[in-house]
Structure formats: C-alpha cells, structure tokens
C-alpha cells in the first residue's frame, strides 16, 4: 500500500523515487494478473531459438533482428530495415531505362569504332593526315602520332556516347554503392565494437563478464526484445547514476537476461497482435503507398508510431466499425504494454467491454466498473488531498461533455470544493458518491449531520499528534458551509444541476465503487510514476452516459497528475479508445501541456460531431498527431483540411480551340476531315501557373479515400512535423 493507502506497483531498493528499473524481483504477488515469464507471443528471441547455444548468428533470428540496421528517418518512417529512397529528382530515368540506353550507346560506340579501324569509315583520318609531315611517313614519329591520335579518338568516342548514354549516372547509381559497401577487413575488436550481441557499452565500461552472459543468452535463444529493451533502459540509469553500477552487474549476473525484472516479474505478454520494434520503440500501423500525393521520402516504406510522436497527442476519426481500435489504439496500447515491461512508460486503456485493446494478462491492474468480479476499484478523486483540486476534476467530469454546462464550471468548482473540504476537515476523507449527492441536493439531514461534526473538529481540543491547523480548518470549512447553504436557496443553484449529473453514478450497480474509505485496492493516476499497465472496462452498452462520465474523470485527472509527477523519465500516457464527449474547452488546454511533460493522450473517435462545434478546431490543434481514416464525412474532412493547410503546387490549364491557322490547302484538308470523321480540328495550349491548393481536401477525405487506408500527419516532441501521408492499414 502506498502512502495514501492506494495500492501501486512494488517498489525495491532504497532509492525507489527515480529508479526506472527495479534490480530485485518483487517479495509479494503482484497485483496484476501472472502468467509464466516466458514469451508467448511472435516476439524476436521467441523460444524458437532456444537450446542454439552454439548457433551461427544467421541460424538465430533473434541475432538477426538485433543486428538489422535502422537507419535515421523522417518522422513515422518505420526504421527497422528500411531503405532510404534515393533523392528525388524530377528528370529520373527508370533503372530500366538508364541501363538500356547505356547498354545501346556502348554497342553503338564498339560499331562506329569497328567501322573506323577497319576501314569502311575513312573520314576519321583526315586530322591525321592534316597534322603530319610527308617526312614522318614510314618513321618511328609517325607510328608514335598515329597511336597517340588513336587513343584520342578512343576518348572522343567515350566521352560522346558516354553522354548519350549517361554512364556517369550508371556508375553513380549502381557500381558505386556497390564499391562503397565493401568494407576491408575488421579486426574481431572492431567487429565486437559495432555488433550489439556484444554489447560493447558494457564491454567499454569494464563489464566484460556481464556482456558475455547477455551476449550468450542472445545468441542462444534466452533472451527477447523486451529483455533488451528493458536491460538498455537500466544500462541508460546506470550512465545518468553511476552509483548504481554494482547492483546492475550484480543482477546481470545472477539473473542474466531476466535481470533488472519489472515488478510484475513478467517478461512479455502473452499475445501479441501487431509487429513491434522496441530498439526504436515503434509500432508499425500501415505502409505509405507509392502515391503522387505522399511526401517522396515516405513513399513506400512503412509508417510507425511511437512514444516520440504521441507525447504531442494524437487524435483518431474513423466511423468504420473497430477500425480506430483495430488499427490505432490496440497496437499503440500493445506497443505501450510492451514498454512499461520494459521500465520506458505507464499507461492507462480505457474502453468498452470486448474492444480490441489486448488480452487481460497484458496488463498489470484490470478494473471493471460495474462488475461485482472486479479485483480494483478506481479512486474518485485521483489520489489528491487537495480539495479544491479534487473539486475541479469531479467538476469538469460533471460538466465538460456539453456546451451549454461550460458557463456553470466556476460555480461548480466551488460549490464541490465548499462540500468535499467540510467533510474533509470533519471525516479525514473525502465523500463518497452517495454522501456528494446528498449534499449537492441539499440534503438538510446530511448538512445538519456535517455541520456538526464540523464544529466539533473546530471546538475540539487537538490530541496528542494530531494536526494542530485541523481546527483551524474546520473553522475555514464552517464558513464555506454556511456559504454553500445560502446558495441553496437561491434559483438556479448548480448544486442541483451537480446532483442530477452525478446520480448517473449513484445507482446500485456503482455500490462497490469508488469507495473513499480505502477498504477496496484503488487506482490513482498518482502511481504513474511507476511502469504500470492499467486497463479500466467501462459499462458503455449497459450505462453509456456513466461511461462518459467517467471518461471526462479520467482524462482530467490523467492530465493533472501527468505534469505532476516528480520522476518523468517514464513516457506516460492515457488510451481513450472512445473519446466521445470528453473534449472541453479546459480538457483541450491541458492536452496541449502535456508534451512538455513527456506524457501524451491518444484519442479515438467515430465522428468529429462527437466534440462539441467550438473546440474541434483547438482539439486538432492542441495534438501534434491527425489521422482521418476510411468513412469520415466531408463535414470532418473540412476540419482535418484546415488543420492541414494549403501548399503551393504547379498546376497544369489546358485549353482546346478550334486550329483555323494555315493556308487554303491546309484549311481544306481540315474541312474535309471534318466532314469525314465529324470532329473539327482543335489546337491545343497548356498554361503552367504555381497556385495554391488544399493538401488534401474535404471531398477526397470523405469520397476518394480507399478502404481500409488513413491520411496521417504526425509531429514530434521536438516540433518536427510532416505533411499528411497517406497509409495503407493492412500491410
């Protein structure tokens, strides 16, 4: 139990508070689900491999994975194993083309040079001839001029129909990056000092025993990509406190690639629905096609998310069926799941029952509201002592779906936080959901009930280590009661308002739920700071405007506590898979805060009508990522036109006239054709005229994008940002 009485993942070791990784296995069951440490899923280092201790590395794919190049690429570009394109140049020829046309000039060239030499072609020795004196002839001078006009005119022939031909640009394109790429030969510590099976960081900080047990463990199939990660992650701990040296060497050698384990003690999950590279922690979603209107870099290669690109928050719009869940928020929850055991991030899913957002044993703390089965409760309030903050939360759950409940968000943030801080200054606790209501609806037993325990607090004489401002507090809260009863009897008081939205979560079936007593296990977005996975099942079929509410709860006190959190090292984020009715004007300003604390939102959406008018444009400019997939309507497809922008574009005008140019002959030679085939002759003009146009506009979004494809435009944390792409989903 943490200190608030919450339950969070275990910590170790003495200095938990900025450890991201944890050199001891957990004393106690986690509270997670458990299944066997051992990878279940098509990871890289699968227990195919197992039992090749002593393997050729192209005999073990997990050796080949680590040893794939991933080479910098623009953001998005799925780097393992790609090839850069090469540049783009508007007058390329084909391969195909370039090698003919070389391979045509060579063989004109050999036939010219054959009529030269043999005599059919004469006229090449006219300079000779010219040049020489009739005292040379049958002399040593002339057989040396003869063969020095020789080899010029060899040259000559080279230089033209190497042009014609282009050889330079076939030596470029083709011999030269063939030449470049073979390498001398290395020496095994050159060879040991740029192959990563040898771990040659640790090998240079004098860990040389410790990089043969992993090294060993890689090649013979006992280690997986998560294990890297994770072990890369406490190697980067180790270089930033170097302190901590003799507890990773010790834990590398007594639990080899399980060393430096996540709480939970897992080392993968269980299956695994998406391909992954956690080197560069990225998830592939799709593949660019190669489409005059995709950037040329992308074209082609695969298109990936990853945690460098989410902290700027992305928004998904896709009516289709899952098709949001099934190709954005399932494989970027994957990916995450994948991190957070690898101590890289803590995250939180929430969805309705049966989306696909993973199996239960993928997550660590599984809660589902409404179902009496459920192991976890969720904290009401976030895991916050502050009143006025536990206020401005339920508030903006309360009242930040619709636009007409946004102008009483003040007077609610003060009216709860009038009622949650007197039952705290009288109870140590906040209220629960049942006792809230009450007090919202003016309740005369439950305030009387309040009141008084109220002014004992205040009256009371402090016990021995008890907190010697409580009284003074609950004098404070008496002021802010009698405040709050004034309002009551005054029209149009949001208390009543407060009570009717917050009964959604009065009902018998929330009976077990968010308890404030700490009699349940909680979860708080204050444990975030530790490699959490958390999914939390919302009731939307059976109580769906319950589940919006808890949706806006979640999300403001995901982005409350995120920027919070002391230790930032872990990327978190928050998966909304059905983001419908969350977006408010405060909950949009807090999204576009979070990059700064290396957390991010990832939003899905059916429609854009699901957001109310006034933040759709800041929504999509307040997240850094936009991906608008098969089915939007062109009512959506105008927002993501104008978040997208115009560029400046080369546009081709042709206009057709009737010819009347010519003389007699010619004009009747058109009338005779006119008067054969029934057309006129027309002459034709093209005007080129740089104009500027839409990326991609409303109507192609909504009418001429393929099935089962997306237009996707991302940004990084750092600002770097690309024009859409358009992505192919199934490869």
């Not at 790609?82 to 060239?109: C, F, K, T, W």
């Not at 309030?381 to 401005?392: I, K, M, S």
């Not at 008084?452 to 016990?463: F, S």
């Not at 939307?540 to 709860?553: D, G, I, K, N, Y």
């Amino acid at each position: 139990m943490g200190e608030d009485g919450r339950r969070g993942p275990r910590k170790s070791g003495p200095e938990h508070g900025d450890r991201p990784w944890h050199p001891a296995r957990p004393t106690q069951p986690p509270i997670g689900p458990a299944v066997p440490p051992q990878s279940r899923g098509a990871a890289p280092g699968a227990a195919a491999g197992a039992g090749q201790g002593g393997t050729e590395a192209w005999e073990n794919p997990f050796v080949r994975w680590m040893r794939t190049p991933r080479p910098e690429a623009g953001p998005g570009i799925w780097r393992f194993g790609h090839v850069p394109r090469p540049p783009d140049e508007a007058d390329r020829m084909s391969d195909r083309q370039l090698l003919g046309g070389a391979a045509l000039a060579l063989i004109s060239g050999l036939i010219v040079w054959s009529l030269c030499w043999n005599g059919v072609i004469t006229i090449w020795l006219w300079p000779l001839d010219w040049v020489t004196l009739d005292a040379w002839r049958d002399t040593g001078a002339m057989v040396a001029a003869g063969y020095l006009y020789y080899g010029l005119f060899i040259l000559l022939l080279v230089y033209v129909f190497g042009r014609i031909g282009r050889w330079r640009e076939v030596w470029t394109r083709f011999l030269e990056p063939v030449l470049s790429s073979q390498q001398p030969d290395r020496t095994q510590e050159d060879a040991e000092a740029e192959d990563p099976v040898a771990w040659p960081e640790l090998r240079a900080a004098g860990l040389v025993g410790e990089a043969e047990v992993l090294g060993g463990a890689a090649r013979g199939g006992g280690m997986n990509d998560v294990d890297l990660a994770r072990i890369a992650r406490a190697w980067e701990s180790v270089r930033a406190r170097p302190e901590r040296l003799r507890a990773f060497a010790d834990s590398v050698r007594r639990d080899g690639p399980a060393a430096c384990p996540h709480p939970s003690g897992l080392r993968d999950i269980g299956r695994r629905a998406y391909r992954h590279d956690l080197v560069t922690g990225q998830v592939r979603i799709g593949a660019a096609p190669d489409d005059k209107r995709n950037p040329y870099a992308y074209r082609g290669g695969g298109i990936a998310l990853e945690p460098a690109l989410l902290g700027t928050g992305l928004l998904a719009v896709g009516p289709a069926g899952n098709v949001v869940s099934d190709r954005v928020t399932g494989p970027v929850a994957e990916l995450l799941c994948l991190q957070a055991l690898a101590g890289q991030a803590a995250v939180v899913v929430v969805g309705a029952a049966g989306a696909p957002l993973g199996d239960d044993d993928a997550y660590d703390v599984v809660i589902r509201i409404a179902d009496p089965s459920s192991p976890h409760d969720l904290d009401l309030y976030g895991g916050t002592a502050d009143p006025d903050e536990a206020a401005a939360l339920l508030a903006e759950a309360l009242l930040g779906g619709d636009e007409a409940d946004w102008a009483h968000a003040r007077p609610a943030v003060t009216a709860l936080g009038q009622l949650i801080g007197a039952y705290q200054s009288a109870y140590g606790a906040f209220p629960g959901v049942a006792e809230l209501r009450g007090l919202l609806d003016g309740d005369r037993a439950a305030l009387a009930a309040l009141r008084r325990d109220c002014t004992a607090v205040a009256e009371g004489t402090p016990e021995d280590g008890a907190d010697p401002f409580a009284a003074d507090r609950a004098a404070a809260a008496l002021r802010e009661l009698d405040a709050r009863e004034r309002q009551l009897s005054r029209p149009g008081d949001v208390g009543a308002l407060l009570a009717g939205r917050l009964a959604v979560l009065d009902r018998p079936v929330f009976a077990r739920f968010f308890d404030t007593r700490g009699r349940g296990r909680q979860f708080s977005m204050r444990a975030l700071e530790h490699p959490m996975r958390v999914r939390i099942v919302l009731p939307e079929r059976t109580h769906a405007e319950a589940s919006r509410v808890l949706a806006r709860l979640l999300l403001a006190q995901f982005t409350a506590a995120a920027p919070a959190r002391s230790d930032r090292s872990l990327f978190a984020a928050l998966v909304l898979d059905d983001a419908a009715r969350t977006a408010s004007p405060e909950s949009v300003r807090a999204i576009g805060r979070l990059r700064a604390a290396h957390a991010g939102v990832i939003l899905g959406l059916r429609g854009l009508d699901d957001v109310a008018e006034p933040v759709r444009g800041p929504l999509l400019a307040a997240v850094g990522c936009r991906m608008a997939l098969t089915g939007v309507s062109t009512w959506d497809g105008r927002h993501f036109a104008e978040a997208w922008g115009a560029e400046w574009v080369e546009a081709e005008d042709v206009t057709h006239v009737p010819d009347v140019s010519g003389g007699l002959i010619r004009k009747l030679l058109r009338w005779v054709r006119q008067v054969f085939t029934g057309t006129k002759a027309m002459s034709r003009s093209v005007t080129v005229r740089t104009v500027e146009r839409e990326r991609w506009s409303a109507s192609e979004l909504a009418n001429t994008l393929p099935p089962g494809h997306a237009v996707l435009s991302v940004t990084t944390v750092d600002g770097e940002r690309t024009p859409p792409v358009l992505v192919d989903l199934h490869h």
